[in-house]
T-cell receptor, first 112, second 108 residues
Framework: DAMVIQNPRYQVTQFGKPVTLSCSQTLNHNVMYWYQQKSSQAPKLLFHYYDKDFNNEADTPDNFQSRRPNTSFCFLDIRSPGLGDAAMYLC???????????FGPGTRLTVL | GIQVEQSPPDLILQEGANSTLRCNFSDSVNNLQWFHQNPWGQLINLFYIPSGTKQNGRLSATTVATERYSLLYISSSQTTDSGVYFCAVELNTDKLIFGTGTRLQVFP
């Protein structure tokens, strides 16, 4: 089945230690998104790629960066995680504007 | 920016009951989706419904775009329906803006 895959499902890191979260898709969708969801809140968009074009949200901290080496893969890099970055990180894909988005299972990040 | 409000914020039901969840949005939208977030955190697509009515088993949804609201109906609820229900809208970009969510608990 075509799907969105995130690895790892659970990630524990130390304060200030860089961490990378991974997302892959077999849907061959043009657009890939990264959302952050904190406890009891709605998901919040961090950035997205339309093909190779990177679109950063204005309020996304500089600490968060992303790479999309090819259509199938997208990475979220957190350069120096703080305690406030502990959250669920959700990857999603779509074929473009006004089309349905499909989400992966998420990576739950703990910062010690 | 656009406001997306959901009601009720919390809902407790006994198995077998029916319910209606509401999503109000403050501007015209080009896309509206309903999601169920299960206890493990995964967002599961329920409906892609920028306008009109759709049904899928015990669930159905209606969006009245001109009046800026959408409704999700759950009939004969089951314990597996528990979780958080989000509506999300898209304006004129690729971005989804999520509503405030409705937390549903279904007890046997």
């Amino acid at each position: 089945d075509a799907m969105v895959i995130q690895n790892p499902r659970y990630q524990v890191t130390q304060f200030g230690k860089p961490v990378t979260l991974s997302c892959s898709q077999t849907l061959n969708h043009n657009v890939m998104y990264w959302y952050q969801q904190k406890s009891s809140q709605a998901p919040k968009l961090l950035f997205h790629y339309y093909d190779k074009d990177f679109n950063n949200e204005a309020d996304t901290p500089d600490n968060f960066q992303s790479r999309r080496p090819n259509t199938s893969f997208c990475f979220l890099d957190i350069r120096s995680p703080g305690l406030g970055d502990a959250a669920m990180y959700l990857c999603a894909t779509s074929t473009g504007s006004y089309n349905e988005q499909f989400f992966g299972p998420g990576t739950r990040l703990t910062v010690l | 920016g656009i406001q997306v409000e959901q009601s009720p914020p919390d809902l407790i039901l006994q198995e077998g009951a029916n319910s209606t969840l509401r999503c109000n949005f403050s501007d015209s939208v080009n896309n509206l989706q309903w999601f169920h977030q299960n206890p493990w955190g995964q967002l599961i697509n329920l409906f892609y419904i920028p306008s009109g009515t759709k049904q899928n088993g015990r669930l159905s949804a209606t969006t009245v775009a001109t009046e800026r609201y959408s409704l999700l109906y759950i009939s004969s609820s089951q314990t597996t329906d528990s979780g958080v229900y989000f509506c999300a809208v898209e304006l004129n970009t690729d971005k989804l803006i999520f509503g405030t969510g409705t937390r549903l608990q279904v007890f046997p």
